[in-house]
């Protein structure tokens, strides 16, 4: 079983950036694909953005441009830069790590966009 701790969120006024950090428990998501997703209000949940053990990055298309995701495997970490926010951004963000072909996922942590 992975657990992680998830910080970084907030509320954040438009133009603003946060960074999002998700830490895993244990040592086994740092040989692993980890991500983000994001669920806004009322919506399903949407993928955002992924990082390979090796740094190879896929994003989302609403995550293109403004998002950037990094990984410290020492540290069995993963982060979400956010920058130029946008109250659409507004949504609670999940980190997750891909073991075997299965998704284990965070808590979720609340981002809110003002405008």
């Known amino acids: 079983q992975v657990q992680f701790v998830e910080s970084g969120g907030g509320l954040v006024q438009a133009g603003g950036s946060l960074r999002l950090s998700c830490a895993a428990s244990?040592?086994?998501?740092?040989?692993?694909?980890m991500g983000w997703d994001r669920q806004a209000p009322g919506k399903q949940r949407e993928f955002f953005a992924t990082i390979t053990s090796g740094g190879v990055t896929t994003y989302g298309d609403s995550a293109k441009g403004r998002f950037t995701i990094s990984r410290d495997n020492a540290l069995n970490t993963v982060y979400l830069q956010m920058d130029s926010l946008k109250p659409e951004d507004t949504a609670v963000y999940y980190c997750?790590?891909?073991?075997?072909?299965?998704?284990?996922w965070g808590q979720g942590t609340q981002v809110t966009v003002s405008s």
């Open positions: 997750y790590c891909i073991i075997r072909g299965h998704d284990y």
């Open positions: 244990g040592s086994i998501c740092r040989n692993n694909t």
